[in-house]
C-alpha cells in the first residue's frame, strides 16, 4: 500500500491524474545485484501507455517504477516524510515502489490518516482516558487535525488539492480497481489501496472515509510465503470488510468537497490530453490551476518516460537508477 505515496509525491512534481506513463518492460542490470532484475506486473502483462489514476487503480507495478525512477527518489522519499516516514529508514532505490522495506501497520494508518483527514499529520495515542474510583487521573491530548479552538492543532503536510486528488484516485481503487470488493459496504466516500510485497510475503489493504482509517496486514512473523495468489486484494480487503461493516454503521456516508480552486476538465481517456468534444473515449478529470493538460489537437510530442508507444524494452544500467 506505499503507491499512493510514490503517486502523491508525483503530483507535487507537475504530474496529474491523466499523465501517461508506459508501461512496458524494463530490466535493471546493475553488478550490484545478485540477479537481474525485471519487475513485472502482477498479471505478468504489458499495457502501454496509462494514465496514472488508471496505473494507480490497476496497481500497475511498472508505472510505478518509471514514475519513480522519472521524479527521483530522493523527492519521493523526502515526500514521504509528510506522511510520518523516515526517509532514512526506506530503501534508496526503485524497489520502493513496490514495497520494499518495513512498515508498520500504526506507520501505515499514520500515513493515511493524512490522505483521510484534510492532508494533517497527526500523533498516533493508545490510551484515550485513565480513571481511578471514578477521578480522571490521565487523559490524552492529541493533536486535532482541522479548524479547533483551545486544541492542539496538527500541522498541515499536504495541499487540500493534493489530498483530494489522491483521495479521488482512490475511490476509483474500490469502484472499479483491486479494492472492488469494499463495494459491498454500500459507501460511495469509501478510499483505499491494495498492497502485496514480493513473493507474497505480506499482504495489505489500507482504507477510509474522511472519518475513520483501518489498515490490515497479512502475513507470518518469519516471512514467510503466504502462497501463490494470496494478493492484498484476496487476504486483507476480506477482513478488512469484515471489521468495516461494523466500524462503518454509526458513520454517515461523506464524500470529500472538491477544493474551491480546482477545475474540472475533459480528456481523452488514452492520451490523457484535453478534448472539446464529447466522445465515448472521453471522460473527466480533476485538475490544480493552470496545470491542466493541452488540447489534443494542438502538436504534442510526448516524452519517452510519458508514454511512447513505441517502446518495448528499456535496460537501464546503474548510473540511471538514481
Known sequence: GFKPFIYSAALEKGYTAASIINDAPVVFDDPGLENVWRPENYSGKFYGPTRLRWA??????????RLLRAMGISHALEHARRFGFDPDELPHSLSRALGSGEVTPLQMARAY????????????????????NGEIFF???PLIAGKC?????????????NRFIMYSMMQDVITRGTGIRARALG????????????????????GYNQHIVT???TGFDNNSRLGKGEVGGRVALPAWIEFMKVALEDIPNDPPTMPSSMVTVRINKNSGLQVSGNSPDSMFEIFRPGN????????IVLDPVEGDPGISESVVRPDDLF
Open 56 to 65: 494507480l487503480t490497476k496497481s500497475r507495478n511498472l508505472v510505478s517504477i
Open 113 to 132: 490518516a493524512a490522505l483521510a483527514n484534510g492532508g494533517y499529520l497527526i500523533e498516533p495515542y493508545f490510551i484515550q482516558r485513565m480513571e481511578r
Open 139 to 141: 487523559e490524552a491530548d
Open 149 to 161: 479552538e483551545d486544541c492542539r492543532r496538527a500541522p498541515r503536510t499536504l495541499s487540500e488539492e
Open 187 to 206: 459507501h460511495s466516500d469509501l478510499a483505499g489501496k491494495t498492497g502485496t510485497t514480493n513473493e507474497q510475503r505480506d499482504a495489505w489493504f489500507t
Open 215 to 217: 489498515t490490515v496486514w
Open 292 to 299: 491542466e493538460p493541452p488540447l489534443a489537437e494542438e502538436n
